[in-house]
């Protein structure tokens, strides 16, 4: 047996983690064992992540195969890339990657039973990843794995971002078929040029698919704005909880390599907690991106709290100091704007420090006509020249210690508080940097903040 599920075709960053939700899906419909569906959608995800890094674009098919009696779960990712030049050098077993190079291949041949893999110059390559289905696994056949197949397809509790791909593909094709609409209608108007009745009725044809076509595009066009958005978005202000859950993933497997299972036990909920606060603030994302500002509903909103919170899914090095007033004031307003705002400003005070101690504070203001809040570090400041271009997106500094910089996050706290009738600057003078950004006043529930 040999059937296929689901395809899905790797675009950006969003298509892997669908392709690592359906992984985790067919997973569990096979009875595999917690442990064995994270494995395999870990492995699926390193490979179709190395799809988009080095090719841009490729595809993966999920199917149910059988081999000598056994089922397996298999995951076919494809691409046309220009090949791999080190195939044979990263297949060999005693193969020890260095760095990120091959990385991804190594550790997808871990985390599953069988992995092949095939790669030519120009012809690109062919990755095949499987996981054995257990003897005790429900019942599987050909009419359950079509009834997966139809799930997948009518699913109707699709992820926002699925769907308003689906809607991309449904203008897409709408639009291709409006084009041949059109050419037919214009070889139809030289055909009945002398008849000027018809002639008419045709022109107002034309006009009417022209105005449909010109509100398609306006509408792919829109879709497409809004996926690439909420792309940047998420890919960057997941890093900190991902970032987490990695480092507490690697606490628990020292703990257990050292025998220590009760102290692997407490890290869990630390996990579990980190595990929410992502799934919290994707929804968040989720309403920023595809539902529009207008449509968030504003809430009670203690600064005080969030920064604390914004603080515990953080990494801060144990000789940083975080001042905090006591008396941060209680807003009405949007929760996950002022969220990313004190994420990104927090981190960044934290990540460009170039001292193995210092000093982070938080300060507000009242003013006759906003709030003003300030980050303020000790760190090694920014250079004149640099200060206004850090708000741009995918602007960094020239800071090389820091590769992994996108150059979102300050785009995203620029274009929050603009929509928010605010304004954001930054003040650094020598050593230190001083984030600034106000707010509006008319969302005061606390009393004002004594200077």
Known sequence: MDQPITTIKLQNELDVVLAYKRAMQLSEFSGLPIASQTKFATAVSEICRNVLEHVGEGTIRFSMVENRGTLLLEAY?????????????????????????????????????????????????????????????????????????????????????????????????????????TIETEYQLQEIQHLNQELQASNQEINALLQEREVKNLQLEKVNTTLDEFAHTVTHDLKAPLQNIMGLTDAVTDFLEEGSQQEAQAVLPMIQMQIKRMEYLIRDVLAYSLTGRQQIQKKRVSIGQLVYNVITTLTIPTGYQLHVPNNLPILEAEEIYLQQIFSNLLSNAVKYHDQPTGNIWVKAFETPEHWEFVVEDDGPGIPAEEQEKIFELFETTSDVNHPDSTGIGLAIVRKIIQEKGGRVWVKSEGRGTAMHFTWPLDTVLAPPLKA
């Open 77 to 181: 990712v494809t691409d046309r890339g220009r090949g791999i030049p080190n195939v044979e050098e990263l297949l060999d077993r005693k193969y020890i990657p260095t760095g990120n190079k091959g990385q991804g291949i190594y550790s997808s041949r871990k985390l599953v039973d069988h992995f092949q893999l095939e790669s030519g110059f120009e012809k690109g390559t062919r990755v095949r990843l499987q996981k054995r289905i257990p003897a005790n696994h429900p019942p599987i056949n050909k009419a359950i794995i079509q009834g997966w197949s139809d799930f997948f397809n009518f699913e109707s509790e699709i992820s926002p971002y699925a769907e308003i791909k689906r809607q991309n593909m449904q203008l897409i094709e709408l639009l291709e078929q409006l084009r041949v609409r």
